[in-house]
């Protein structure tokens, strides 16, 4: 029987993933989830939003630990007040969490793009109280010894941007290597504190959100220039159908795909529709896992012209 005062404390906080576009946060969120909480593709800028995913963990005291992992978009120079936005996003995670993960590829250099990132990372902390902890992503796409340089590289760059750096972790999200002892490295640096969200939740993202985003992670693959940039998705209904027989019930749902011009609405629609339909099956799926029943996915498409730079029609999509 434990008495008062000697059961182990309790842990929580907040520990965002920031990086350059495409270096492997959202694949990292998700891996520690242990769950697919955002949309991953090979295009830069993929994520929008800052989505929560919540870890709960063991500590090595026996206690319990909430680690609530913000993923942010990557950050880069901004050609539209869009890129603007998401940089924005960026800052404010960096101020409010307890720990901030400095993301770095172990298949492509240390670049400027990272020296201005760690330099705002270092302007940005307050030392006594955000710990900064570097982590190496993507290290089955690095060859030979790909990440033990890259960890010399992280730590000149640190040195040079003076950074403080806690630990360094070469992770894949892919493998789930590494990814245990990062979720471990970060939940040592938590705070004491009480719980945060209620046990059967794992992400903050609303039904109507994340369904938006499986279309947008659909739309994204196989289109090229600045198509993926102009994608804006917008979830209008949920509909249960009535009068289905209990046992085949299904759930009608329909959901605006934007994009800026009308050159662009022809290639997401594709020959006889083509393109669309492969986009509307590959997201059903995920959505009817996400909601656990049947859909019938209705997808349009319209343009929102220049909507990335409309401070107006950004608003509308919930920038
Ligand atoms: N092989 C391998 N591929 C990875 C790994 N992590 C990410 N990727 C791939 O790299 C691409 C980018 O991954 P994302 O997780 O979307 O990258 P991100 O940093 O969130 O990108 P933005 O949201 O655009 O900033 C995708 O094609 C992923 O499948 C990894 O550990 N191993
Ligand atoms: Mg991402």
Same mark, same amino acid.
């Given at each position: 029987?434990?008495?008062?005062?000697?059961?182990?404390? &309790?842990?929580?906080?907040?520990?965002?993933?920031? @990086?350059?576009?495409?270096?492997?946060?959202?694949?990292?969120?998700?891996?520690?989830?242990?769950?697919?909480?955002?949309?991953?593709?090979?295009?830069?800028?993929?994520?929008?939003?800052?989505?929560?995913?919540?870890? =709960?963990?063991? %500590?090595?005291?026996? @206690? *319990?630990?909430?680690?609530?992992?913000?993923?942010?978009?990557?950050?880069?120079?901004?050609?539209?007040?869009?890129?603007?936005?998401?940089?924005? #996003?960026?800052?404010?995670?960096?101020?409010?969490?307890?720990?901030?993960?400095?993301?770095? $590829?172990?298949?492509?250099?240390?670049?400027?793009?990272?020296? =201005? #990132?760690?330099?705002?990372?270092?302007? *940005?902390?307050? =030392?006594? =109280? %955000?710990?900064?902890?570097?982590? +190496?992503?993507?290290?089955?796409?690095?060859?030979?010894?790909?990440?033990? *340089?890259?960890? #010399?590289?992280? *730590?000149?760059?640190?040195?040079?941007? @003076?950074?403080?750096?806690?630990?360094?972790?070469?992770?894949?999200?892919?493998?789930?290597?590494?990814?245990?002892?990062?979720?471990?490295?970060?939940?040592?640096?938590?705070?004491?504190?009480?719980?945060?969200?209620?046990?059967?939740?794992?992400?903050?993202?609303?039904?109507?959100?994340?369904?938006?985003?499986?279309?947008?992670?659909?739309?994204?693959? @196989?289109?090229?220039?600045?198509?993926?940039?102009?994608?804006?998705?917008? %979830?209008?209904?949920?509909? $249960?159908?009535?009068?289905?027989?209990?046992?085949?019930?299904?759930?009608?749902?329909?959901?605006?795909? &934007?994009?800026?011009?009308?050159?662009?609405?022809? +290639?997401? +629609?594709?020959?006889?529709?083509?393109?669309?339909? &492969?986009?509307?099956?590959?997201?059903?799926?995920?959505?009817?896992?996400?909601?656990?029943?049947?859909?019938? #996915?209705?997808?349009?498409?319209?343009?929102?012209?220049?909507?990335?730079?409309?401070?107006?029609?950004?608003?509308?999509?919930?920038?």
């Amino acid at each position: 029987m434990s008495g008062e005062g000697t059961a182990p404390a &309790y842990r929580s906080g907040f520990a965002c993933l920031v @990086g350059r576009p495409n270096v492997g946060k959202s694949t990292l969120l998700n891996a520690l989830v242990g769950e697919k909480v955002a949309i991953t593709s090979d295009k830069p800028q993929t994520t929008r939003r800052s989505i929560r995913g919540v870890v =709960r963990r063991e %500590t090595p005291q026996g @206690g *319990q630990a909430e680690l609530v992992m913000v993923d942010t978009p990557g950050v880069h120079r901004p050609k539209t007040l869009l890129g603007e936005r998401l940089n924005d #996003l960026v800052r404010d995670s960096i101020a409010e969490v307890d720990v901030v993960t400095l993301c770095l $590829p172990a298949d492509a250099q240390v670049g400027p793009g990272d020296r =201005r #990132l760690a330099a705002q990372v270092a302007e *940005q902390v307050n =030392r006594g =109280r %955000t710990k900064v902890v570097v982590a +190496i992503t993507r290290t089955d796409l690095g060859r030979g010894d790909d990440t033990p *340089q890259r960890l #010399l590289q992280a *730590q000149q760059l640190a040195t040079n941007v @003076g950074l403080e750096v806690a630990d360094f972790v070469p992770t894949s999200g892919e493998t789930n290597d590494g990814i245990d002892t990062l979720a471990d490295v970060l939940v040592s640096h938590l705070p004491a504190g009480p719980p945060l969200f209620p046990l059967e939740q794992v992400h903050d993202v609303p039904i109507e959100v994340l369904i938006a985003e499986l279309v947008r992670e659909a739309a994204l693959d @196989g289109v090229r220039d600045e198509l993926p940039h102009s994608l804006a998705v917008v %979830t209008e209904e949920i509909v $249960p159908r009535e009068e289905r027989p209990e046992s085949r019930p299904l759930t009608d749902v329909r959901v605006l795909v &934007y994009v800026e011009r009308d050159s662009q609405k022809a +290639i997401v +629609i594709g020959k006889k529709g083509e393109r669309l339909k &492969y986009v509307g099956t590959r997201a059903r799926r995920g959505i009817e896992g996400a909601l656990g029943v049947p859909v019938h #996915l209705d997808l349009r498409v319209k343009v929102a012209k220049d909507w990335q730079r409309d401070p107006k029609q950004l608003r509308r999509l919930g920038f």
